[in-house]
């Protein structure tokens, strides 16, 4: 079956980095475009950061300059490295794999929990 399994999510200050992980399986990787998407309590789950290409990258205006997204397809794994966190940055962080070819095929992580304390 498909999985994707985040991890790296928790408590950190304001100021301070987590990574995120997010490890898939049971699909070949290579043929889906990977993203971070977040939903804070009351918000809509909005789209964090993207790996259209290896060339084209995207992020959400909140993030740019503070959030990486990398993905290493050796390890069907992408990773979000947030830095200089703020309290805004909380929300739980989801991994979403889409197929390149038929877009309406895709599968989410499990969500992961991330908490920044001023």
């Known amino acids: 079956q498909v999985q994707l399994v985040e991890s790296g999510g928790g408590l950190v200050q304001a100021g301070e980095s987590l990574r995120l992980s997010c490890a898939a399986s049971g699909i070949i990787f290579s043929t889906y475009v990977m993203g971070w998407y977040r939903q804070a309590p009351g918000k809509q789950r909005e789209l964090v950061a993207g790996f259209i290409s290896s060339s084209t990258t995207n992020y959400a205006d909140a993030v740019k300059g503070r959030f990486t997204i990398s993905r290493d397809n050796a390890k069907n794994t992408v990773y979000l490295e947030m830095n200089s966190l703020k309290p805004e940055d909380t929300a739980v962080y989801y991994c979403?794999?889409?197929?390149?070819?038929?877009?309406?095929?895709?599968?989410w992580g499990q969500g992961t929990q991330v908490t920044v304390s001023s």
């Open positions: 979403n794999a889409k197929n390149i070819r038929d877009s309406w095929i895709n599968y």
